[in-house]
């Protein structure tokens, strides 16, 4: 190695693997780099055969107490918000997960608070998914009578991580909460939050075997699944499909949020909450809106939608004030391309041509996109209701009461603006549709008590009889 190279390497942060013996940095290391391009950490890589040995490590030890394992988190959340870990402090982390991911630093750091709430309130998290006839401890005093205990299903559980914000890692601490042990693969989109997370646990009273930080290859990640009792992995539609017969994996795949207005609303009033749903976050999450759908003629509504959405200043992810997330130049004109060809048969208010910003320094960032579809049907036009985009795009189109709910399956939240009580029946049992907000409540919104997919818990736990003397 000449010396140029070796004193870049030096500079770089090293995020190491974090297995049941401590820290491993391993001869296979992945250059990580910023959306400009420039390499700014070094990624530990292990392989299958420390994969399947650090969860095999897991299994040797039982949980943490309950009161023990609750006190950790609260302590592992301050430690998140506050220590200064793998040598960062919390604004050096943020500013740096914001520069890998692309995701506004405003954005990240709301992320990254999110994370050690969802530590903190893991507890309260789980409450309302146990039923209340179910007791969490056999040794409780109305076990004596018989009942139901609530049991988990498995002892560790994996999670396959994304990367498009801190976020996501605000979820799986409900795992260690039910007493699991957790084995988390980062993404390399953004492998620093979940490093920070599991150190954080490591320091505040959990054992390095409750927790593993394992980042690695393909290989490496389908062991994952392989060893876990249960799963929780993130992806498109091809993530979707290949673990859509497997019992033992969650999917966090395409959220395809939607909103409805009928005509008994009046649109006006409503869109700065669909402004907001669709570029709140970067316009990257799941949560945020794919399709508006209203009903009666959609192009004044879409008018005036693609006024607001086209008064976003790009500007570079370090900019307080960005609200559009970056790519590299070429994955930011890959994804215009992409969007060009998607949106073939409708009508651009913010089209393809213009959603490239590009920013100097090789990165881009990606304006907001905006089409009007015809009324949805079957076929290619339904489809491109569906279509989802790491950055702020959205498709319009007009609704009828004869289409029902059809046009609204495969989503993750409906917002329906409507006073039809009728349809938010509909709605609820429609199985498709995950999450139902009735009036002024972005698709977005999310709070302890509200599911996401349902509960984390539906899948980790179950009921089982229980009696004794």
Partial sequence: MGSEQASVTADLVS??????????????????TSTAGVAVAELSVVPPLYVSRSIGAQRKIRPLPAAQREAALANAA?????????????ENYVRLASRISGLPIAVTRAGARSVADGMATAFDGVRPARPTG?????????????????????????????????????????ALALGYRVAVRPSRREPLTAHRLVNALRRSGFRPEDAVYLPTDHGGADEIIRSADLAMVYGGQNVVEKYATDPRVVVNGPGRAKIL??????????????????????GMACVN????LYEGDPAPLAGAIAERLATIEPL?????????????????????NYLAVRAARTMPLLGADQVVAP?????AAMRPALHVVAEPGSGELTDALNVELPFPCAWVSSWSRGAGVEPLRHSLVVTAVTGDEELIDDLIAEPTVANVYCGRHPTFYAAPQIPHDGFLADVLMRNKGFVRD
């Fill in 78 to 90: 301050d430690a998140f918000a506050t220590a200064v870990i793998g040598g960062l402090d919390f």
């Fill in 316 to 336: 570079s992810t370090e900019d307080e004030r960005a609200i559009l997330p970056t790519q590299p130049l070429r994955k930011a004109q890959a994804l215009a």
């Fill in 359 to 363: 920013l100097g320094d090789g990165y």
């Fill in 289 to 292: 809106t794919t399709a508006v």
């Fill in 15 to 32: 995020i190491d693997a974090l297995g049941p013996d401590g820290e491993y940095r391993t001869r296979n290391r992945e250059v990580i």
């Fill in 134 to 174: 179910a007791a969490l401890d056999w040794r409780e005093q109305r076990t004596r009578d018989g009942g139901a205990l609530w049991a988990r299903r498995g002892e560790v559980f994996a999670v396959h991580a994304a990367g498009n914000g801190p976020g996501v890692h605000g979820l799986w601490p409900q």
């Fill in 261 to 282: 207005i009928t005509a008994d609303r009046d649109w006006r009033d409503y869109v700065d909450l669909v402004v907001d749903s669709i570029a709140n976050l970067g």
